[in-house]
């Protein structure tokens, strides 16, 4: 099973670039990257997938270099609510039979 | 888009009783949904996979006459805490995929609280 490992925290500023970089050594070939944010007693939100190279969307870009060890999610112009815990996802297995495992998360701080 | 929905937000139960939280697709069918549960400070855990029509697969170390999970329609799986305890208090949290999306795309529910005093 492919593990994910992510810092544990992170402190920002606002207004600035954050990137959250998320390692995933045994990814298959048919999984997918995704990450999410979790408020406090919330239900994780869905931020952006991909499977190579970048993907760009509304609030959120990811990075996936070509051998997809790795994948970092780069939030650009981080504001105080973004103050939240990003997980990196890797579905194993593809489509219809893999687990999903989740990073520990990354608690991402953003200051004034 | 899709919605996954969960009730109740927050329960309180004695120790001793069952309890059950539910997990519905609001605008899309799902034959299979996930449960997990969250510690605070602590990642999500999958404890099973809801399949409609049939058994429940559980996680390893998952006790499945513990937590037991009913996927009696397309739209709503259930899970019940039975004989519930005060370590069994946390964060329960649901999800479902849209059909033929598979588990690329994953909704979650907005989580359901559980605390047994």
């Known amino acids: 099973l492919a593990k994910t490992t992510q810092p544990i925290s992170m402190d920002s500023y606002e207004g600035q670039e954050v990137n959250i970089t998320c390692s995933h050594n045994?990814?298959?070939?048919?999984?997918?990257i995704t990450w999410y944010q979790q408020f406090p007693s919330q239900g994780p939100r869905f931020i952006i997938q991909?499977?190579?190279t970048k993907v760009t969307n509304e609030v959120a870009s990811l990075f996936i270099p070509a051998d997809r060890k790795s994948s970092t999610l780069s939030l650009p112009r981080v504001s105080l609510s973004d103050t939240a815990v990003y997980y990196c996802?890797?579905?194993?297995?593809?489509?219809?039979?893999?687990?999903?495992?989740f990073g520990q998360g990354t608690e991402l701080s953003v200051k004034p | 888009g899709a919605v996954v929905s969960q009730h109740p937000s927050r329960v309180i139960c004695k120790s001793g009783t069952s309890v059950k939280i539910e997990c519905r697709s609001l605008?899309?069918?799902?034959?299979?949904m996930f449960w997990y549960r969250q510690f605070p400070k602590k990642s999500l855990m999958l404890m099973a996979t809801?399949?409609?029509?049939?058994?429940?697969?559980?996680e390893q170390g998952v006790e499945k006459d513990k937590f037991l999970i009913n996927h009696a329609s397309l739209t709503l799986s259930t899970l019940t805490v039975t004989s519930a305890h005060p370590e069994d208090s946390s964060f329960y949290i649901c999800?479902?995929?849209?059909?033929?999306?598979?588990?690329?795309?994953?909704?979650f529910g907005e989580g359901s609280w559980l605390t047994v005093v």
């Open positions: 999800s479902a995929s849209p059909p033929g999306q598979g588990r690329n795309t994953i909704y």
């Open positions: 045994n990814i298959a070939t048919n999984d997918y």
């Open positions: 991909g499977y190579k």
């Open positions: 996802l890797v579905v194993v297995g593809g489509n219809q039979g893999g687990k999903l495992i």
């Open positions: 605008d899309f069918q799902a034959t299979t």
């Open positions: 809801s399949n409609e029509g049939s058994k429940a697969t559980y």
